[in-house]
Nanobody, 121 residues
Framework: QVQLVDSGGGLVQAGGSLRLACAAS????????IGWFRQAPGKEREFVAA?????LYADSVKGRFTISRDNAKNLAYLQMNSLKPEDTAVYYC?????????????????WGQGTQVTVSS
């Protein structure tokens, strides 16, 4: 079992930055792929980024967002720069270890509670 707690969301102006954090319980954090997803009002949850031994990014955030992790501290991060109003959403971190595509939400067994990111124009 892994429990995830998201934090770091807030209100920021367009062009600004935020860093989201995902704190995980358990001793086997390093074996999990960590993903970040987001869901805007009225839209489906969408993939943002994932990290295992490689990093994956959605095209919409490439060059602006950076995913990282600190296995010693059971933490994962999403550094978000050059934020745009269309980045406004609830952001969720997730942990998964099954075979399949880390860009799909079905890959992940554990989810955080979400943190709101609002980007004003």
């Amino acid at each position: 079992q892994v429990q995830l707690v998201d934090s770091g969301g807030g209100l920021v102006q367009a062009g600004g930055s935020l860093r989201l954090a995902c704190a995980a319980s358990g001793r086997t954090f390093s074996r999990y792929t960590i993903g970040w997803f987001r869901q805007a009002p009225g839209k489906e949850r969408e993939f943002v980024a994932a990290i295992s031994w490689v990093r994956l990014y959605a095209d919409s955030v490439k060059g602006r967002f950076t995913i990282s992790r600190d296995n010693a501290k059971n933490l994962a991060y999403l550094q978000m720069n050059s934020l745009k109003p269309e980045d406004t959403a609830v952001y969720y971190c997730a942990a998964g270890a099954d075979g399949g595509l880390p860009s799909l939400s079905t890959y992940y067994a554990y989810w955080g509670q979400g943190t709101q990111v609002t980007v004003s124009s």
